[in-house]
């Protein structure tokens, strides 16, 4: 059974840095397509991050040039490093993986197959 769990969030003021992590039971890892999605309250899921099996990724517009999604393949984690936080990207951010992409054309595709339960990011101004 795939067992997702995430941690590293917490509270930062803007301006601030955190780095998120999600270690990943033990599956076929290395070949499975990953990435983080955030919700914040009152507001619809929204896709952040993806990497593909070769360490290739795509962002959210929103986070471009802040936000560094990466993985450790031998120790079945996902990262995502997260600077310039900003008030507006407080909200639970998920890991997520999947067989098959969930990315295409800038567009992120919700029906993921596995979530972890989220980890609450809050930035303050």
């Known amino acids: 059974q795939v ?16 780095r998120l992590s999600c270690a990943a039971s033990a599956f076929a890892y290395s070949i499975y397509y990953l990435g983080w999605f955030r919700q ?27 936000f560094t999604i990466s993985r450790d393949n031998a120790k079945n984690t996902l990262y995502l490093q997260m600077n310039s936080l900003k008030p507006e990207d407080a909200a639970m951010y998920y890991c997520v993986a999947d067989p098959w992409s969930f990315y295409n054309g800038g567009y992120f595709y919700t029906s993921v197959a596995y979530w972890g339960q989220g980890t609450q990011v ?4």
């Open 3 to 18: 067992q997702l769990v995430e941690s590293g969030g917490g509270s930062v003021q803007a301006g601030g840095s955190l």
């Open 40 to 66: 914040a309250p009152e507001k619809e899921r929204e896709g952040v991050a993806h990497i593909d099996r070769d360490g290739r990724t795509n962002y959210a517009e929103s986070v471009k040039g802040r």
């Open 122 to 125: 809050t930035v303050s101004s």
